[in-house]
């Protein structure tokens, strides 16, 4: 005990304090040490594990995880080193660690964890064509990021060997020649073949993808989770049906076969018949 004796001009003046100096506890279980305000380190002890299984950070107050989430509490929140914490209640438990004077020191000591960035893909522009894989496969390049290859996010057209191949091919080549391209992302960065995966179009609004569903020369297959553009796409497809264009003309090949499922190629052959 520390005795504070009071200033005075005369007998009448004087007076006398105490004040209780922190008592420091260590916890056997943990070896950690803390100080109190309170009385005892036994009235801290049991107070602060009441506390902890109040906040069920302990399932009783007699089980070690009370006492170990008591002990580790209060050494952070009287250290020098912040820490994260798992829960809120975590932080709830320190800021009335403090102000019941079980272990009075610095709450924001312990602190909520960071949330990662969220990798938000970005449009880019400044692109332009190096080479056309097939109707809805290229490759672009810009002075900034290099070359890459872009699978059209959203259509399917003919692969080569098949019906209207070489058309979806040129008619690709053709609009994205001599043109500025943007790349404009949906969800998914990059497909299982390490293609990036974009919308393509040139500065200037004219969407690549759309064109080609346009011009009969690729079917709308829009992919979850990328499927911004399905909406749209679909009505253009719906469209190209009505005027006969490209792989819907009469006679052009065997019709083309729209999936029920996503990821189904475009049917070559005659078209299925059932069994007898």
């Given amino acids: 005990m520390v005795l504070l004796a009071g200033c ?15 008592l420091t506890c260590i916890s056997e279980s943990t070896g950690l040490r803390f100080t109190t305000q309170l009385a005892s380190c036994d009235q801290a002890f049991a107070k602060g594990r009441e506390l902890a299984t109040e906040l069920e950070l302990a399932t009783g107050v007699d089980t070690p995880a009370a006492e170990t989430a008591l002990a580790t509490t209060c050494s952070i929140i009287q250290g020098t080193e912040t820490k994260t914490f798992d829960t809120p209640k975590q932080a709830e438990f320190a800021e009335r660690l403090n102000s019941l004077g079980i272990c009075a020191g610095d709450p924001t000591m312990l602190v909520a964890p960071t949330t990662a960035p969220v990798n938000v893909l970005a449009e880019s522009a400044g692109w332009t064509l190096v080479d056309v894989v097939d ?35 040129n008619a690709l080549r053709f609009i994205a020649t001599d043109h500025e391209l943007k790349l404009v992302p949906d969800k998914t960065d990059a497909n299982a073949e390490g293609n990036n995966v974009r919308y393509v179009e040139q500065v200037g609004g ?30 253009k497809m719906t469209d190209a049906q009505t005027a006969a264009v490209g792989l819907w003309a009469p006679n052009a090949c065997p019709p083309p076969t729209v999936p029920a499922t996503s990821g189904a190629p475009i049917a070559t052959g005659a078209p299925a018949t059932s069994a007898p």
């Avoid at 699978?151 to 098949?162: H, K, M, S, T, V």
């Avoid at 993808?209 to 499927?227: C, F, K, R, S, Y």
């Fill in 8 to 22: 005075g001009g005369g007998d009448d003046d004087s007076s006398a304090t105490t004040v209780r100096e922190p």
């Fill in 206 to 235: 004219v969407d690549l993808g759309a064109t080609m569903i346009e011009l009969g020369l690729a079917i709308a297959q829009p992919v979850e989770p990328d499927i911004a553009r399905g909406g749209q796409y679909a009505q």
């Fill in 135 to 169: 109707g809805d496969t290229l490759d672009v390049t810009s002075a900034v990021e290099g070359q890459r290859r872009i699978d059209l996010i959203g259509i399917n057209a003919p692969e080569p060997g098949e019906c209207m191949a070489d058309q979806a091919t």
